[in-house]
């Protein structure tokens, strides 16, 4: 079956470091793969987005992510956190065929001034 | 403005007394769908919907009813709330059920049943 594993539940970092999201798959074909962001109180907002093509993705707001189909992963990456990034970070996996999306469990991220 | 639209954003309610939480996006969308978020296990989708009159289960629907009788609107419904539904509720939207289309996610519905 399907699944998406986040393993750190809460990262802390200081603002300007750089940061580092993990995100590991399981699923039998080339997934489709989306990270996620949620605001305290806010739905959730989509950061970027891979189903093809170069395995370094761009976002919005800095961040990037790298597919790593050997390691089956997409780890979402920013060079250097501001305090506005204190978030909740989501990673999903789209499935072709079934119309559904899989959500890890979240990654707490807090930036220390 | 593009966006999904759910009410009510709060609500607290009683063990076995039915409610609706709506939902509306203004973006002719065919791909609806509803999650619910709880600590620890992140966003679970509990139905989706093709288009008008299309649904289909998710991962946790049991104790949930929905229905699409517009594109423009997919509410949730209730029908005996119990103490496990209490949780963070939210709508979705897609152009299309292709699972690479970007999903527009409503700002929450939170629901406390006791």
């Known amino acids: 079956a399907q699944s998406v594993t986040q393993p750190d539940i809460h990262i802390t970092v200081s603002e300007g470091a750089s940061l580092e999201l993990r995100c590991n798959y399981s699923y039998g074909a080339t997934p489709y793969l989306f990270w996620y962001v949620q605001s305290p109180g806010q739905g959730l907002q989509l950061l970027l987005k891979y189903f093809s093509g170069d395995t370094l993705v761009q976002g919005i707001k800095g961040f990037e992510a790298e597919f790593k189909r050997s390691q089956s992963s997409f780890n979402l990456r920013k060079p250097s956190v501001h305090w506005s990034d204190a978030a909740e970070y989501f990673c999903?996996?789209?499935?072709?065929?079934?119309?559904?999306?899989?959500f890890g469990t979240g990654t707490r991220l807090k930036v220390l001034a | 403005e593009a966006q999904v639209t759910q009410n009510p954003r709060y609500l607290i309610t009683v063990t076995g007394k039915k409610l609706t939480v709506t939902c509306s996006q203004n973006m002719n969308h065919e791909y609806m769908s509803w999650y619910r978020q709880d600590p620890g296990l992140g966003l679970r989708q509990i139905y989706y919907s093709m288009n008008v009159e299309v649904t289909d289960k998710g991962d946790v629907p049991e104790g949930y009813k929905v229905s699409r009788k517009e594109k423009r609107n997919f509410p949730l419904i209730l029908e005996s709330p119990s103490p496990n539904q209490t949780s963070l509720y939210f709508c979705?939207?897609?152009?299309?059920?292709?699972?690479?289309?970007?999903?527009?996610f409503g700002e929450g519905s939170w629901l406390t049943v006791v």
């Open positions: 999903a996996v789209g499935t072709s065929g079934t119309y559904k999306y899989i």
């Open positions: 979705a939207s897609s152009p299309e059920g292709d699972p690479g289309n970007t999903i527009y």
